[in-house]
């Protein structure tokens, strides 16, 4: 008797302590809602393509160094798009065309017309009749033009400013050294510079007249300065 209640208090704990088992279980096991799926295909992260959007283009904030709208050409661009205007003009010192030397230093006192040129430019050839008429009818007010040939023989400005009877002098900027420190880079380029060496405007090559006048207006103010005769 004693044997068999023995064995029914034995059974009893054990179906006792698998219960408790199994409760515990319930209750501290892993929650399978909470679990958070292995991630798979090109979007897992690490892949290649995990920053691209679903566009299938990069984000604008990792866009590469070279994309529309980076700064690119920094020591070139830049400079030429500003002009320096506002600042001091860079030194200019260059052989000149005939014999001579051409040196902006010394025009300190006169509004001066700077431009940076080579003879096949199409829009440095069509510019020049005009700086011809500006060069005639602001002569009595101190206006000096000067313009700059870059990379070219002098014989070949020379004649290049013959045919088109140019009245203003010509540099040779054989180096094109004249040209780096400037920042003159898509030929031809213009700056104008008042009596006391500050460049006070620009532009940007195939300009016509009228953006001629408002350059040699900023540098003689009080003299009325038309696009034409």
Request: glycine share 14%; charged share 15%; with cysteine.
């Amino acid at each position: 008797m004693k044997s068999a209640v023995s064995i029914a208090a034995g059974l009893l704990a054990g179906l006792l302590v698998a219960g408790a088992l199994l409760v515990g279980f319930v209750f501290v096991g892993p929650d399978p809602v909470r679990e958070t799926p292995e991630p798979s295909g090109s979007g897992a992260v690490g892949s290649p393509d995990a920053s691209v959007s679903a566009g299938g283009s990069a984000p604008a904030s990792v866009a590469p160094s070279g994309s529309v709208g980076a700064s690119a050409s920094a020591g070139s661009s830049a400079v030429t798009e500003n002009f320096h205007v506002g600042e001091p003009a860079p030194a200019l010192v260059v052989p000149q065309v005939g014999g001579g030397t051409i040196d902006l230093a010394s025009l300190r006192g006169k509004p001066v017309w700077v431009n940076f040129m080579q003879t096949t430019c199409e829009p440095c050839i069509d510019e020049f009749p005009l700086m011809n008429g500006f060069a005639a009818r602001y002569a009595e007010d101190g206006l000096v033009i000067v313009a700059v040939d870059i990379r070219e023989d002098e014989g070949d400005v020379a004649a290049f400013a013959s045919s088109l009877n140019a009245t203003f002098p010509l540099g040779l900027d054989s180096d094109a050294e004249a040209q780096r420190a400037w920042g003159a880079f898509g030929l031809p380029v213009h700056y104008w510079i008042d009596r006391e060496g500050i460049v006070r405007d620009g532009a940007l090559g195939g300009i016509g007249a009228d953006v001629m006048a408002r350059g040699v207006q900023a540098i003689m103010p009080g003299v009325v300065v038309t696009p034409d005769g």
